[in-house]
């Protein structure tokens, strides 16, 4: 530990890792956010990162861990998906664009500060789920005229991050 300060390796964690129940999920996480990174996504071998990961587990079991990990989609930063051949994929949430159900041109388009600040007015949260879930909102809403969507926007995010509970 000591080293990597020493060396500036030291990788920040997303706030919501300390959300993470299973030590599993924590440690692909890690593996995940060290090898993925800023990147768009990363690739391995189930029986890599079962190695990597240091599980005890059989290949099946660990598998089905793997399974449930990309069918909940909670770990922070990355989407998890497995596929047929064993391999596992990592994709950086914030390299990927949402899947709207509508084609995006009919969102409000948002200013690339506006992330930023969103970050800063719900700080943990990931703005790139926000987004979605504020266009889901608008949507059900009827659609409503909005004046200047980056100040609905972040108003939102404000919004969801004083109902988050403590934890």
């Not at 914030?94 to 084609?103: D, Y």
């Amino acid at each position: 530990m000591f080293r990597s300060i020493a060396a500036k390796e030291v990788l920040t964690l997303h706030r919501d890792y300390f959300r993470l129940g299973k030590p599993i999920e924590r440690r692909v996480y890690e593996i995940a956010r060290k090898h993925c990174g800023k990147q768009d996504s990363w690739k391995i071998s189930l029986e890599m990162l079962k190695l990597k990961c240091g599980s005890q587990s059989p290949v099946k079991g660990f598998r089905h861990d793997i399974r449930q990990l990309a069918k909940g989609d909670h770990l922070p930063d990355y989407r998890v998906s497995l596929d047929d051949e064993d391999f596992v994929t990592f994709v950086n949430r914030g390299a990927s664009q949402p899947a709207p159900s509508l084609p995006a041109t009919d969102f409000p388009r948002l200013d690339a500060e506006t992330y930023h600040d969103a970050r800063t007015v719900a700080p943990g949260y990931d703005v790139y789920h926000l987004e979605r879930e504020w266009q889901r909102w608008w949507c059900e809403s009827g659609k409503p005229a909005l004046h200047d969507p980056d100040k609905a926007f972040i108003s939102f995010c404000k919004s969801r991050h004083e109902r988050k509970p403590n934890p």
